[in-house]
């Protein structure tokens, strides 16, 4: 009987592989039968090998919905144990941009963690490491909430599975991909982000431009709790209000208020990604000012804000707001010394290099200034520039400079090819 089983199974498999076009409907036919089938080690590896071929067929998202449900209500424990062991392995071969992440991390939260099966669980734990390898320690996050003892199992199992991303290409592929099967709402790593905008309330906005200063902070503190209970991943829609208002309080008389915006400007930035760049309406141009603060820990409130975004959306986005703060002479020393320092070690990782050279004329001005330190700051990331787009590029950009700035930035940056227009 396992044997003629098993013939039936690799003919399924055969013409899955080998046809033009694989109809969902025959996957759908066939998968009950098949995955009580991954359940019995005698017909396991043949069955297994069919789920890979209807993958390959139709896509591993069209596969894994429909088996969530087959798998969860099923009355013997190893339809789900073992299918859930081959899912770890249709993740590996398949990735992660065909599978609606946000189902298989509540599947796996509400149904495999949850099982009284330890078989089940240690499958689940697996499962989850998989996934940690393509889209990396933002599931975390996901599953904050489960047991400690699973919570343990779950970073060892991510130490055996380090975050690869795109390093980790897909072994397998789709042979006719239907997009309506790959990710939505979700973001180039496809894990989801939530959608806040029903939380971000008139209420809310308006005390954030409340008189009283404790409201103010109350407010500021909401809108880190949203980010919070949204597993830190949000969308874009309904931010451009909160900006707005967000903007208003980096000109706070109150300079405790101004860096907890910062710190919540930050918290935005990370959690949305690339997208803060359209909704922040320039919001960074406030941000930058607060850079010129003589107050340590409010500059120290700017640049963490400012690697939030760097990390978000690349430094090319941010370089016509940085232009402009450092030509900005009212800032204080210090913040102009502090910003020089932070774009040092940053402008070496810009995918175009060519990008940073807007920034040399605002900067040379400051090879002039009167604190050393502004001088020597300024230096280092003129050099930093020089060193990625070489010497004719830099030389090419400075070049209608006013005569003694030119005379300057040649002799500290030892140009040999100045071309004074």
């Known amino acids: 009987m396992k044997q003629v089983q098993q013939q039936v199974i690799e003919v399924i498999t055969y013409i899955a592989s080998t046809v033009k076009k694989f109809p969902k409907r025959c996957v759908v036919l066939c998968l009950l039968g098949i995955s009580e089938r991954v359940a019995d080690i005698k017909t396991r590896a043949p069955a297994m090998k069919c789920l890979t071929a209807f993958c390959e067929a139709v896509g591993p998202g069209f596969v894994f919905e429909r088996l969530y449900k087959i798998m969860k209500e099923h009355k013997n424990p190893k339809v789900l144990s073992e299918g859930i062991l081959w899912m770890v392995s249709a993740v590996e071969d398949f990735g992660t941009s065909n599978l609606k992440l946000k189902d298989i991390i509540d599947f796996c939260k509400d149904t495999g963690l949850q099982s009284s099966a330890a078989a089940t669980r240690n499958s689940t734990i697996k499962l989850i490491g998989m996934l940690h390898k393509f889209v990396g320690p933002d599931i975390k996050g996901f599953l904050s909430d489960v047991k400690p003892a699973l919570l343990s199992a779950l970073d060892a199992e991510y130490e055996k599975n380090p975050f690869e991303g795109a390093a980790a290409p897909p ?251």
């Not at 980010?227 to 451009?240: D, F, L, M, N, S």
């Not at 941000?287 to 990390?311: F, P, Q, Y």
Request: one cysteine or more.
């Open 171 to 421: 072994k397998r592929t789709v042979r006719a991909l239907d997009t309506a099967s790959s990710t939505s709402a979700a973001s180039s790593d496809g894990l989801p982000r939530e959608d806040i905008s029903s939380k971000i309330t008139p209420a809310l906005l308006k005390n954030l431009g409340s008189p009283d200063w404790k409201l103010r902070l109350e407010s500021i503190e909401a809108v880190n709790k949203i980010v919070e209970e949204a597993h830190k991943r949000i969308q874009p829609t309904g931010t451009v209000d909160l900006f707005t208002a967000l903007r208003g309080r980096l000109n706070d008389s109150n300079k405790n208020l101004v860096m907890a915006t910062l710190s919540s400007i930050g918290v935005l930035a990370s959690a949305m990604g690339p997208s803060v760049e359209k909704s922040s309406k320039g919001i960074l141009a406030d941000v930058l000012k607060c850079i010129g603060d003589n107050k340590k820990h409010m500059r120290e409130c700017t640049l963490t804000a400012l690697d939030s975004w760097v990390a978000a959306t690349q430094l090319d986005k941010m370089v016509p707001y940085i232009a402009v703060a450092l030509g900005d002479q009212k800032s204080g020393s210090e913040g102009r010394k502090d910003l020089f320092d932070w774009l040092s070690k940053h402008v070496s990782k810009m995918s175009d290099p060519a990008e940073a050279l807007p920034l040399l004329k605002p900067s040379a001005s400051s090879l002039m200034d009167k604190s050393s330190e502004v001088r020597k700051a300024a230096e280092t990331f003129m050099n930093e520039v020089l060193k990625i787009c070489g010497q004719a590029a830099v030389a090419k950009n400075l070049r209608d400079l006013p005569s003694p700035t030119m005379a300057i930035v040649a002799e500290r940056l030892k140009l040999s090819s100045v071309h004074e227009g």
